[in-house]
């Protein structure tokens, strides 16, 4: 079987196998600490690989966090203005945090290859983003 590379898919006879630290690592589909990758993409895949080991909890921490503020507020938004600013706030802040850590499932990150994955998380996160922050400022706008 040909191994690709985790970071571009790219399959070459290039290819070096190397460890990494797993610990903590939820996110990325590493085979027992260990991942094929090209020479030139070795030192961008540690570098996520850490950064995502290091703040996989922070993010779903905070998106657990905002999805919760983003319900409640959605539940109380038509009663209260202040909720209705939390909802946007909410939805602004689940776009900035996928776009600052841009964490996709195992899957995602073995099918689309880790480069793609982190591009395609952060357009989708700035656009969440610019929904929310615009949808707030019309409404400051307006109001
Ligand atoms: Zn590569």
Known sequence: MTQKCIWCNRQTN??????VLAKGQIWLPLQDGKAFVCPEHEEEFRIFNDRSRRYGILFISLEA???????????????????????LASLAAIGLVIFIFPFCSPTTFEFM???????????IGGVIFAIGAIVIIIVLLSG
Do not use: E, P
């Open 14 to 19: 290039k290819l070096k196998q190397i460890a």
């Open 113 to 123: 290859s880790v480069k793609k994955s982190i591009k395609i998380a952060r357009i």
């Open 65 to 87: 966090l905002f999805v919760f503020t983003l319900v409640v507020s959605g539940f109380l938004g038509n009663k209260y203005y202040f909720f209705g600013y939390l909802f």
